[in-house]
């Protein structure tokens, strides 16, 4: 996909701030309004942006034991797992990654009980691994231009 300075430009600033107007966005890279408007549905319509959110503070929604999980889940039961376990409010990400352990998951619970009973429900599907997680210096980095 071949995208100029420009496009760059605009997706580096709208990963660190989503909520930048178009007449701002177009100010920071000398275009009007209407040219940046158009640029960004582009990427939109291309499938480059896919959405825009907030960074929430899981601590301050009172869900200080944040976890990783690994899991080893039987192929039988991907389906299963996918369709029980995903959609779980605990789960915050989800990947489904190649080795040993097939889905490494981050988690955020209110107590150490309420991420036990998240594991025993994982474990019906497989093997896992809890790793709790004691800061995120890195949470998700921009991606830039290589």
Not at 16 to 37: I, K, Y
Not at 122 to 139: C, D, H, I, M
Request: proline fraction near 4%; glycine fraction near 4%; charge should be neutral.
């Amino acid at each position: 996909m071949d995208l100029d300075d420009i496009d760059w430009q605009l997706l580096e600033l709208l990963q660190s701030d989503g909520r930048l107007t178009f007449s701002e966005l177009g100010r920071r890279v000398s275009l009007s309004a209407p040219a940046v408007t158009e640029r960004v549905r582009r990427l939109e319509d291309r499938g480059v942006i896919t959405g825009y959110a907030a960074s929430v503070n899981v601590t301050k929604l009172g869900l200080p034991i944040e976890a990783i999980v690994r899991a080893r889940v039987r192929s039988l039961d991907t389906p299963r797992f996918r369709e029980t376990i995903l959609p779980l409010k605990e789960v915050v990400s989800a990947d489904h990654i190649t080795g040993d352990e097939c889905w490494l998951l981050r988690v955020a619970c209110a107590t150490t009980s309420d991420l036990e009973t998240f594991v025993e429900r994982a474990q019906r599907y497989g093997e896992t691994t809890t790793s709790l997680v004691f800061s995120s210096p890195v949470r998700q980095r921009p991606v830039t231009r290589t």
